[in-house]
């Protein structure tokens, strides 16, 4: 307080704000601040004053703070206004904005640029929070981009198949209802002949049962070499491949090519 009157005495009409920085000076807010003019202050006075810039935006600031050239908050787009704000930038971003879990803040209040974290929800119903600014940039909802575990990505709903061969008991509060797809974090795992296996989500979903594709391989081997006939089957190679196709090859001539489904139905 001392320091602010000896400001105040020392402020006439050769140093004060007036004089000194008369751009400055005409955005004096005309009421808010009580009594005191530019006439009263100096420019490097560390009172906190309110400004209005010629577009009307009302905001406080330190006088030496602007005498150094801290421009208005608005117009410089570091706080939102009706002009710069996330429903204006980003309107199809405002249309995911969670109105309930945010209470009174609205995307009129917040800018596209802002590392506020807030909640969202789409289309589908989805919410997650996540800062205002990764939403400006593009990042949707990361259930529907499969990149978050949700009942719409998870292993159970997009993979039936996989999921039925969930170990019952070995993985203990974990289901297929909780990891995605293609998840390399290993679970155990019990196909339907009782083969248990510890193997990696996205690896198990791809190739299936490793026990029962080696069974699989061997029987087929032996199916084709018996029906082949004697002395014509000189050359069989067998490759289970990730995309669980099998390739036989005798005498340079692809012979077969079927997923395991059909070659099971022979």
Excluded at 181 to 207: D, F, Q
Aim: aromatic share 8%.
């Amino acid at each position: 307080m001392g320091k602010e009157v000896l400001s105040f005495r020392r402020a006439n009409e050769k140093n004060n704000l007036k004089v000194k920085d008369s751009k400055l000076a005409k955005e004096w807010h005309p009421v808010k601040n009580g009594k005191l003019t530019p006439d009263d202050l100096q420019a490097g006075s560390g009172k906190s004053a309110w400004w209005m810039c010629k577009k009307g935006h009302e905001w406080q600031s330190v006088i030496r703070n602007r005498n150094k050239g801290a421009r208005c908050p608005y117009c410089s787009k570091i706080k939102a206004s009706k002009e710069y704000c996330l429903a204006v930038q980003r309107p199809d971003a405002a249309k995911n904005w969670n109105k309930e879990k945010n209470g009174k803040l609205t995307p009129n209040d917040v800018t596209g640029g802002s590392g506020k974290k807030v909640w969202w929800i789409c289309k589908n119903g989805h919410e997650w929070d996540a800062a205002i600014s990764s939403r400006n940039q593009g990042f949707g909802c990361p259930c529907c981009s499969h990149h978050r575990v949700c009942k719409d990505s998870c292993l159970a709903t997009n993979y039936p198949d996989t999921a039925k061969d969930w170990h019952p008991s070995r993985n203990g509060t974990l289901t297929p209802y909780d990891v995605m797809p293609h998840s390399s974090k290993k679970v155990w795992w019990k196909c339907e002949m009782g083969h248990n296996e510890y193997r990696p989500i996205g690896v198990r979903r791809e190739l299936g049962c490793k026990d029962c594709n080696y069974a699989l391989r061997q029987s087929l081997k032996q199916k084709v070499v018996m029906s082949s006939g004697g002395g014509i089957a000189r050359e069989l190679t067998a490759k289970l491949r990730r995309t669980s196709k099998i390739k036989a090859k005798y005498m340079n001539k692809e012979i077969f090519n079927r997923p395991f489904e059909k070659l099971k139905k022979k």
